[in-house]
């Protein structure tokens, strides 16, 4: 895969995860 779509799948899943986990596991994972 190319580094490109890998990236923003990456920041789906990390979106995804930010609307789904609790507030605290957000700030823990995203920072």
């Known amino acids: 895969m190319a580094p490109i779509p890998a ?3 990456s920041t789906t899943h990390r ?3 930010y ?5 605290s596991f957000n ?3 995203i920072l």
């Open 7 to 9: 990236m923003i799948m």
């Open 15 to 17: 979106k995804l995860l």
């Open 19 to 23: 609307l789904t986990a609790p507030s």
């Open 27 to 29: 700030k823990t994972s």
